[in-house]
């Protein structure tokens, strides 16, 4: 049976995104777009706009590697505060400064995505956002915390399933979403392409 259904490749090296589709039952098949995240192009586009572009453009260039039947979902993420995007810090010094922004206060987690079902040649795509609040940290808990160099790679400079989830008290929308892929969302599309869960998981 699951012969004649298409592959899901995931054209993402996160493995919070690869964890949570496997932990959902899926078995994607992992292809790394490349694309370059920190182009003026995207960086001059408002936060909830950009990860949707981003998304996009990542789906789409896998889909041009690929020769299979396949289902591509891509993604980026961004954490939005007082109105600026705060992608991945790079370094030590951005994620301590980053960190000492946010402590008590909120921001907004968005999520694009985009899902291309090449068979039918359908192409879904759309924002998921999560508000993200942070308890106060003190400065000995953000220089513990940037020390494990898990800030340095994360869109935020933090994760909900890693070292920082101790000072995230609440967040309102969709968990999944924060770690780096809507399972709500992917499911929904899913079914708006014309594949039950229950067939999207016999997918190899």
Request: glycine share 6%; with cysteine.
């Amino acid at each position: 049976m699951s012969a004649n259904l298409p592959t899901i490749v995931l054209a993402s090296q996160s493995n919070s995104r690869r964890r949570l589709l496997e932990s959902a039952g899926l078995s994607p098949k992992i292809i790394v777009s490349h694309v370059d995240e920190e182009t003026e192009f995207f960086n001059s586009m408002p936060p909830a706009d950009m990860v949707i572009a981003l998304a996009i453009t990542k789906a789409h260039t896998v889909r041009e590697q690929i020769d299979f039947p396949a289902i591509i979902i891509g993604c980026d993420s961004t954490f939005e505060f007082d109105g600026q995007s705060l992608g991945k810090p790079g370094t030590p010094e951005i994620a301590t400064e980053r960190a000492q922004r946010v402590r008590g206060n909120s921001g907004l987690l968005h999520t694009g995505h985009c899902i291309i079902d090449t068979v039918n040649d359908i192409e879904i795509s759309d924002r998921v956002t999560t508000r993200v609040t942070f308890d106060h940290m003190s400065d000995e808990e953000i220089a513990d915390y940037v020390a494990t160099e898990e800030p340095l790679h994360v869109a935020g400079g933090f994760t909900l399933d890693g070292f920082s989830s101790p000072f995230i008290p609440s967040i309102h929308g969709d968990y999944t979403n924060v770690v780096g892929i809507s399972m709500p969302f992917v499911r929904k599309a899913f079914v708006q392409l014309g594949y039950s869960w229950p067939q999207v998981k016999l997918m190899k």
